[in-house]
């Protein structure tokens, strides 16, 4: 075991001098990208942003204690875009061509702020613009001669493996919005905000053919009717606590993966030189 160089992993509770320090130390930047919205008749609108930040920063520091990966998590950002959610109230939405920019600021600044590494967490199924914002952002960087490593990584990337350990019974996808997944998460974490007495299965318009396999388009109020896409029945406290522990060890395990490459590519880099990266 090692001890933790900082006495938070949270950006916001460092100091400047900190941050340069952590810099200075290749530390890995975490920006967590939350959403407020609604989730069906019983979860609260910010269940997308409270399920990234407490998977952002209880995974990073799990990683520091297990491995002695260094991460420095940034707050996440409470709005994005949800413009599948528009005609049902609780969404607060930051249009797609405004949310490009708010990420590329982002990724400047934590550049600017002299860090070479960022792994991005999506909170959310949808913010489908995130890999193009990150993809420009790599490109804008190189064109200005700073390079960085970034990472992109889905808080839904493990939900498969661990729904299927906890929940077998279930039948939907994994992270499917407001269904047991997220209502298990919410009982484990804060259960006083789970309206039990309004939870009820939604009735979906053929949401598995439509948009999973038919690619539609499509508005949530079109294809649920209570803004949920699954049953939540099956979910419970002692299940979401096995899965937040779950989620949080396999998160740390990613940040282990991902330290262990961006310092093999540092190595071939310096290595190499700076015309063949
Ligand atoms: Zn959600």
Not at 96 to 119: A, E, H, M, Q, W
Request: glycine letters at 10%; proline letters at 5%.
């Amino acid at each position: 075991l090692t001890t933790p160089t900082f006495a938070s992993v949270k950006w916001g509770e460092l100091t400047g001098e900190e941050l340069a320090t952590a810099a200075s130390r290749r530390s890995l930047v975490i920006l967590p990208l939350g959403c407020t919205e609604q989730h069906g008749p019983h979860l609260p609108t910010d269940t997308d942003t409270y399920q990234v930040e407490r998977f952002a920063v209880d995974g990073a520091r799990t990683a520091a204690e297990r491995y002695g990966v260094e991460c420095v998590v940034l707050p996440a950002l409470p709005f994005g875009p949800t413009a599948e959610h528009v005609g049902l109230v609780g969404a607060i939405d930051l249009p797609n061509d405004v949310y490009i920019p708010v990420i590329k600021s982002i990724v400047r600044s934590v550049l600017d702020n002299g860090f070479t590494r960022l792994g991005v967490v999506t909170g959310c199924g949808g913010h489908w613009v995130v890999p193009g914002a990150l993809w420009d952002a790599k490109a804008d960087a190189r064109r200005q001669g700073r390079d960085m490593t970034l990472h992109l990584i889905g808080l839904y990337d493990d939900f498969a493996s661990v729904q299927a350990r906890h929940f077998p019974e279930t039948t939907e996808g994994p992270g499917d919005h407001a269904a047991v997944m997220e209502t298990a998460l919410c009982l484990a974490g804060r259960a006083e905000l789970v309206r039990r007495d309004r939870m009820r299965a939604p009735e979906l318009d053929r949401f598995e053919e439509r948009y999973k396999r038919g690619g539609e388009v499509f508005l949530f109020d079109e294809v649920t009717n209570t803004g949920a896409l699954g049953d939540a029945s099956a979910a419970t406290k002692e299940g979401g606590e096995a899965a937040w522990s779950d989620l949080v060890s396999l998160f740390a395990e990613r940040l282990k993966l991902i330290d262990a490459l961006d310092g093999e590519t540092a190595r071939r880099r310096e290595a190499s030189g700076p015309q063949t990266r």
